[in-house]
Structures are given as structure tokens and as C-alpha cells.
């Protein structure tokens, strides 16, 4: 069934790939149709090729994007004053598209435990229907409506994908334990309140560099969660572990590795600085990492 | 090396750091990091393109989900659903900006807690909805937002989505990360329940909530004074 959404996601970007390569006003229309197409293959054909051929439309798609080849075409961004006549005509009706995304994933991973993906992908394909009921549109239109905001975004919404990649290729390099080795090659974390500061900072830290909480948890907790904070201050492994998660996640807040939740609201959103989200969540992430540490030391000796 | 650990994979960690700071398009410095990982840690060219390769194709859900709300919320963008959010909640004269996004925090951090992290999300939920209600909300109030502080208060609409998310789901015990959680401490042999790590997460989502719920306030305090 995952299989089946991929194909669909594939087929909207052939789509946006195509409608880039007609648009005869598009500045860079053969590198930016070309960098939408290689996307859409990874879907289309992604597991039925071998994976090197994913490598190489991956670095093709880099170096596009890297080197400005991906814009976005120019849009007849359509009149303000017909948006606000068509949202009066609509009404709240205009709502129930947009919220039966969540509706239907919502019934779909109550019935299907595991199964969220697909219920979201299942909810777009209702949306989309009900979308085109309530509005009295074409699904051709609803394309270049599509294209109009993947557009906006950019090669963006491919970044978190890139990420994703590449802490994988930090994982089967071996860099978590090159980074745990020099976590605690040169301070005692033997000393409690030491211990507590690596390993929460350890967290945070390494979860900035690979944008992933998961990545750094297990190496932190062998590292010293548990030989040090458990085996030697007969902390609660439970605890360790939760707040030990948590504060990954306050480093997850403030790193531009989290593309899919720091960078792509960027562009989503359309504002200037590339680091807005990140500056809005700054200030929350930094005390929050705090309250971790002193619940770590304060439970420890619950 | 330290303790027998080759230090030369951290040569990638270096790439992207420097790539990032010095505002490299993120593409080629992400591509450049990984194949200068690849490299140190001595993949040959053909398993650096497998890593890559299936690297890219195993996280494909994380486009899933903006490629296939984006064609819905298009489409009805066309038609006036920014519009229509920005009306609605101009029907409610209490439902200021502050509210609107602690409303949506806790609303957030609650469904997460329950396993439904899915229902909402940044393409989904914060572009097409939330952002319009709070410009909206900010509009009703009679505050200017001028382009500054319409940015800032769009990336608060984000802000309280990953704050909820992030902080609310590790309660609910059938999340992924608490499976993890329990398995790798298991490993390191200690067999706690998951129903006590996802117990243990509340003290932190409490904080999480008050934190965040705060700095809204502020946030919109100071808008009020500078903009009204």
C-alpha cells in the first residue's frame, strides 16, 4: 500500500516535472524540470533499482540545486479579490477538504495501528476529491495549483530526504562513536552532576550535528546514560532514558539539520531568513534543556 | 585516535558545520559531507553510492507528507481557505494571536500525546490554517504587522507545531521512540516497562508546554506594545 502512495507522490512530481519542462517563460526550465523528474524517479522507481542508481540521480540533484539550476516558473498567483469572493461564496464548507487529511488518517490509524503513513496518503486522495467536489474545479487545475507551491518550496522539499541520507552515511561511518569516544576521553564523568551535564549536553549537542535525537540515544545511553548515571549512581534507567530523548529534542529545535521542521516551515511559510523557525523555538529549547538537567539530578536520587 | 576510535569520520561533521555557517547552499554542502564521510571512513565509491542510494529511498515518508497535502491545500488555497481562516476567526473576538497558538500548542501536545501525532503538520495544518487564524486573530486585535513581525509570527505558527509534536509524543507508549528507547536500554541490560519511560517523559512535556505557552505571551505582549 506505501508502495502505492509512493508511485502517486512520483506521479504529482512527473506531473510538475512536465508542466516545467512546457513552460516556455520558465528561466531554468531544463535543469528545473530535470531536478523534478530524477525526484519523481526516486519514487517511481526507488526499490526497483539498484540503490547506487538512487546515489547518482541523488548527487545529479545536489549539483542541480547546488548550482541555482532549480527555480520556480512564474505564477499567475490569481486576483486577491477573487480568493475573498470565492472564500464568502464557499463558506466554511471550504474547511472540510483540509480537515479530512486529518479526519481520515485520524480513523485509518485507529483501525490500522502502525499505520499512519498510509492513512495520510489515503486522507490526501479523500482531501483532494473533496477539494475538487467543493470547489468545482479540474484535477488539472488542482496540478498547477500543486506546482504553484512545490515551486515555492524549492529543492527544500527534497532537504529533509537529503538529511535523513546523510545521517544514515554518518551511522555507517562510524561517527556516533567517534563522538562518544571524544565525549569522554577527557572528563570524569564519574562525578555526578559531570555525568548529568555530559549526558544531556551530549544529547543536545550530537543531536544538532545529526539532526536525529535517535541517532545520538544510543550512543549516549551505552556511552554514559547507563554505565555511569545507572551502574554508578543507581539512577533509574527510565528516567535516564526519557529525559535523555528530551534533551536530543531540544537540541532537534535548534538544529538546521531538522530540515523537515526547521527549514521546510521556512519555505512553506515564505519568509526571508532561512533561520526564522529556528530563532522562534531558540528561546524555549535552551531553558528547556535546563529543566532536563535539574530533573535528572533531582530524580536520580528519588 | 581515542580508545582505538578513528577520528577521521568527524571529517564530515566539520564540512557541514562550516557549509552551514557560512551559508553554502544546504544541497551541495549535505552532499558534500556525506561523501567526505563516506570517504574517511574508506567506502569505496560503489558502497558510498548504495548508502546514498538507500539512504534516500528508505526516508521517501518524510516527502509523503508535504508532497501529498501541498496538491489538497493548493487547490483550495485557490479558492479562498486563507481568506476564509482569516474570516472565521474574526467571528471571535476573543481568540487574540496568543491564544490562537497556545490553543494549537496544547492541542498539539495532547493529540501527540495520545498517538496522533499524524493528524496535523506543517504543510497540513500550519500553512493553509493556523497562519492565516493568527494573522487573522492579530487582525482583529488591530494589530499592524508590518513584514518583520509578520515573519516572526509565522515562524511562532511553526514553532508551537514542533514544540507540541516533539514534546507530546514521547508519552504515548506505543510511539516508536519509546519502543527504541526500551529496547536499546534492554540491550544494555536493564528491562524497564514502556509504560514507566512514557511516564517519565511528563515532567519534561509540563515544562515543555508552560515554556513555550510563556514565551507566546511574551511574544505577543511585545508585538502588541511595538505594532498596535
Known sequence: ?302 | MIHGVSLLPLLGIAVIVVGFLLRLNPMLVVLAGALVTGLAAHLDANALLATIGTGFVQTRNLSLVLVLPLAVVALLERHGLRERAQMWIAGFPGATMDRVLIAYLGFRELTAAIGLSSIAGQAQMVRPLLAPLAEGAAATEGIALDDAALARLRAHCAAADNVGLFFGEDIFVAFGAVALMHEIVKSLGYDVAPMRIALWALPTALCAFAIHALRIVLFARRLRRTRA
Not at chain 1, 542508481?53 to 505564477?75: K, N
Not at chain 1, 530563532?279 to 534543556?289: D, I, S, V
Request: aromatic letters at 8%; glycine letters at 10%; hydrophobic letters at 60%.
Open chain 1, 1 to 302: 500500500m506505501i508502495e502505492a502512495l509512493y508511485a502517486l507522490v512520483g506521479l504529482v512530481l512527473a506531473i510538475v516535472a512536465a508542466h516545467t519542462f512546457a513552460d516556455t517563460a520558465h528561466p531554468r526550465r531544463w535543469t528545473s524540470g530535470a531536478f523534478w523528474l530524477l525526484f519523481a524517479l526516486t519514487f517511481l522507481l526507488g526499490g526497483r533499482v539498484p540503490p547506487q542508481a538512487i546515489g547518482v540521480a541523488v548527487i545529479a540533484m545536489a549539483l542541480l540545486a547546488g548550482f541555482g539550476g532549480v527555480r520556480g516558473g512564474a505564477h499567475a498567483s490569481g486576483d486577491a479579490e477573487a480568493r475573498r469572493a470565492s472564500a464568502v461564496r464557499l463558506g466554511n464548507r471550504i474547511f472540510l477538504p483540509a480537515l479530512a487529511i486529518s479526519v481520515v488518517t485520524l480513523v485509518y490509524a485507529l483501525l490500522v495501528p502502525g499505520g499512519a503513513f498510509v492513512g495520510l496518503g489515503i486522507g490526501c486522495i479523500v482531501a483532494w476529491l473533496a477539494a475538487l467536489l467543493v470547489t468545482r474545479d479540474t484535477p488539472l487545475q488542482s496540478m498547477r495549483e500543486a506546482r504553484r507551491l512545490i515551486d515555492a518550496l524549492g529543492w527544500a522539499a527534497v532537504l529533509p530526504q537529503m538529511l535523513a541520507m546523510l545521517g544514515l552515511v554518518f551511522t555507517a561511518a562510524g561517527v556516533g562513536k567517534a563522538v562518544a569516544a571524544v565525549a569522554t576521553a577527557y572528563v570524569d564523568v564519574n562525578s555526578l552532576v559531570v555525568g548529568v551535564l555530559v549526558f544531556a549536553l551530549g544529547m543536545a549537542l550530537f543531536t544538532i550535528v545529526m539532526g536525529n535525537a535517535f541517532a545520538a540515544f544510543p550512543i549516549m545511553v551505552g556511552g554514559i546514560g547507563v554505565p555511569v548515571l545507572v551502574g554508578v549512581h543507581h539512577a533509574d534507567p527510565a528516567v535516564v532514558a526519557a529525559i535523555g530523548m528530551f534533551s536530543g529534542y531540544c537540541g532537534t529545535l535548534v538544529t538546521p539539520m531538522a530540515a523537515n521542521f526547521n527549514l521546510v516551515p521556512v519555505a512553506l511559510l515564505e519568509l526571508e531568513d532561512r533561520y526564522a523557525v529556528i530563532k522562534a523555538q531558540a528561546m524555549t529549547a535552551l531553558p528547556l534543556l535546563v529543566c532536563n538537567i535539574i530533573l535528572l539530578l533531582v530524580l536520580v536520587h528519588r
